[in-house]
């Protein structure tokens, strides 16, 4: 059963960015102005991949000591709005609605962490780089905001 659960939280958890890959960055992407620290395009691939995988490691973690519980709860919410993100910024090339939508998985993911702390602190801190990378994205998304308007 922990095998199964296990597998499934990492397929769930890999299933956020799939969704994103119907909506990749395309010409709109390379067309507009960007700030000149935005990073170069082959960073996030790598950078992204690490990150799920500490994500998936960490509710698997919590899962196995909590079960399905109020952290497992939070962690479904930010992976929701995660998944949410990319269709937003390059489907719909709302960046206002994409900077909006990663404020709030920045709030959800610091939710998700301090209930992830309460159950299993290893978990939590799996989760702090993640933090780390979406706070720098959140003000990327704002400074691609302000400079496309």
């Known amino acids: 059963m922990q095998i199964l659960m296990g597998i499934g939280i990492f397929l769930v958890t890999f299933a956020a960015p799939a969704i994103g890959a119907f909506s990749p ?14 990073p170069p395009a082959w960073i996030f691939g790598p950078v992204w991949s690490a990150l799920y995988l500490m994500m998936a490691t960490a509710a698997f973690l919590v899962w196995q000591k909590d079960g399905w519980s109020r952290a497992m709860n939070a962690y479904v919410v930010q992976l929701i709005f995660n998944a949410a993100w990319t269709p937003l910024f390059f ?14 998985l920045w709030f959800a993911i610091l939710i998700t962490i301090l209930c992830f702390w309460k159950v299993n602190k ?23 905001w302000v400079m496309n308007r």
């Open 25 to 38: 960055p395309g010409d709109w992407y390379q067309a507009i102005n960007k700030p000149s620290w935005n």
């Open 91 to 104: 489907g719909a090339q709302r960046i206002d609605w994409a900077c909006t939508c990663i404020i709030a």
């Open 122 to 144: 290893v978990a939590a801190w799996l989760m702090v780089p993640y933090l780390g990378w979406v706070s720098f994205a959140t003000v990327l998304n704002a400074a691609l």
